[in-house]
């Protein structure tokens, strides 16, 4: 079942194991030519165990702590398998630096550290800012996929890319719709007018699901946001932007755990 609440995956994201960290990472390697192909279904766990173990094993037997003090052993475990992790990472991460391509209508802002990038841009008077998350991986089992619409079934299987958009008015109203990116194609899972003269502890009128609106009107919309931007050339472009951040961040993550057992 394809899970968009963005507060969940955030939870869900903290205590991900690191096997399905090796998962994401082979697929990206596995999966990098091709717009379509980007959002394939995930590599097959052998593959991936197989790879992990190889650099596991490659890692030299005796490691050192850089300290003035011992280590002890259990330290010096740990330290070793920490740099296996990082070896694994980082060989499969040959795209380090991805290229923004000619004519990408966003400026990008990084937030090391952090889950999301931001992208902004001015369009004829209005101001646009695109939250972006970390890819989700989801998967089903055959006997819940059989209970499942077609379409739905597919985009099971699917890697996804969840946004917030924000089109801002200078009388201070913000339009927020709440997306998800597939291959080649953007849902819209949520549609709100923000006005910052309501205060927080008010309840504002949200308006109906999305999908209850006129099909009409719902075309309109996504016609309204590929006209500023969010199509899916942009948004297959930042599906690899964003497996390249969620490895390099998770490489960063196990440098400054070693270097925290190392001290």
């Known amino acids: 079942m394809v899970v968009t ?7 869900a994201s903290q205590v991900v194991p ?10 990206r390697f596995y999966h990098h030519h091709g717009s379509s192909a980007l959002f394939s279904t995930v590599v097959n766990l052998t593959a991936a165990v197989a790879s992990r173990n190889f650099f596991r094993n490659s890692v030299p037997s005796t490691l050192h702590c850089y300290s003035t003090k011992s ?31 000619e004519g990408f209508p966003f400026k990008i802002e990084d937030h090391p550290g952090q889950e999301t990038i931001t992208l902004t841009r001015e369009y004829q008077g209005e101001s646009i800012d695109v939250e972006v998350h970390m890819p989700d991986l989801v998967t089903g089992n055959e006997d819940e996929m059989e209970n499942i619409p077609r379409d739905d079934s597919e985009r099971a299987n699917q890697s996804q890319i969840p946004l917030v958009v924000r089109v801002s008015k200078k009388n ?25 003269k309501v205060a ?32 899916p050339s942009t948004t297959n472009f930042l599906h690899e932007y964003m497996i390249n951040k969620d490895t390099g961040e998770y490489v960063m993550w196990l440098k400054n755990l070693k270097k925290f057992i190392e001290a």
Request: some cysteine; glycine content about 4%; hydrophobic content about 35%.
């Open 5 to 11: 609440n963005f507060i969940i995956r955030r939870t």
């Open 172 to 196: 201070g109203l913000c339009l927020e719709f709440g997306l998800t990116a597939f291959a080649d194609e953007i849902a819209i899972d949520s549609l709100s007018i923000k006005d910052p």
């Open 71 to 101: 280590c002890s052993s259990s330290d010096e475990s740990l330290i070793k398998v920490i740099q296996s992790e990082i070896l694994c990472a980082e060989s499969v991460d040959e795209h380090d630096n991805e290229e923004v391509p």
């Open 200 to 231: 927080e502890d008010q309840i504002a009128y949200e308006g109906p699901d999305f999908s209850d609106l006129d099909e009409n009107l719902q075309k309109a919309f996504h016609k309204y946001l590929e006209i500023r931007g969010i199509k």
């Open 18 to 27: 690191l096997a399905f960290r090796a998962i994401r990472t082979t697929r």
